[in-house]
């Protein structure tokens, strides 16, 4: 197989995120994991929605789809299934994914759809420059809520692990090379595979800084894999942040399974029609 380069996996577009904004360690790692994959430009798909995480497809020298707020997963897995010899990669945000795009992720991890899935959540809407996000803390004050948050935080990892996700972890921009190798697992795995990547941003959030993540995480302890209720658990604590793979199972993806009905209505042969049209018939 032709040994590849970095820099073909940059696009002509340059980053425009704020200096030390943490999505340009999910970039680097990408490049870094389609070097390791030896993966070719044509044979790449990158899709987002909106916000400064989903601005991403453009730096990157593969194909790309910028789409609308909120509908990533489903043009993603239009994709994959159009083409399923493709690696299709979502990526959003937190407001994106996990706002008006929550119900898409819910049903796409049920799915279990072969594509990967980055969010990069920076707990607020930075690119509108610092609103509450579905993942902001109580009691935050932000410019949308000056006197605090009033709502809980949805849980990202749980929410994935029990709507069906068959890979489910956390990385953190803090921690490049932990985000690296989940990226690598995330591609190999055979099915929908999920990763809340915690990305500060520096600029509108002065609570979760590099220092404060880096000193409330951990990496998650060995432990079977296919155990639900130990991810949720994990999944489910609040004084620390546990980083790394919480949850991987392995069940048929959308692709197989659109195949075998494919398979077997090519077996059956062309469909007799007359018999449909009689039934609307008054």
Known sequence: MTKR????????????????????????????????????????????????????PHFVN??????????????????K?????????????????????????????RKNPDLKYLVMDNSLYAQTKGQVSPT?????????????????????????????ATFVARAYSGKPELLTELLLQAIDHPGFAFIQIISPCVTFNPTDTYRSLTQKSYLVSDYP???????LELAQAEDRMALGLF?????PTIEEAVREIV?????EG???????VEEFNV
């Open 263 to 267: 398979e077997a209505a090519q077996r």
């Open 225 to 231: 894999l296919e155990d639900r209720v130990k991810a």
């Open 247 to 251: 949850y991987r199972v392995r069940r």
């Open 81 to 109: 299934l159009a083409n399923p010899q493709l690696t299709v990669i979502a990526v959003a945000g937190d407001g994106d994914g996990f706002g008006i795009g929550l119900g898409h992720f819910i049903h796409t991890a």
């Open 5 to 56: 380069s970095i820099l073909e996996y940059r696009g002509e577009v340059s980053p425009v995120w704020c200096s030390f904004c943490g999505d340009y360690a999910v970039l680097n790692s990408l490049y870094q994991v389609f070097q390791r994959k030896k993966l070719a430009p044509e044979e790449i798909v990158l899709v987002s929605g909106i916000g400064c995480s989903s601005r991403l």
């Open 270 to 276: 062309p469909a007799e029609l007359a018999g449909l």
């Open 136 to 164: 902001t803390c109580p009691h935050r004050v932000t410019p949308s809520t000056p006197y605090g948050v009033m709502e809980e935080p949805i849980n990202p990892i749980a929410l994935a692990i029990l709507s069906g």
């Open 62 to 79: 593969a194909y790309g789809f910028h789409g609308v707020h909120g509908r990533t997963l489903p043009t993603a897995m239009g994709i």
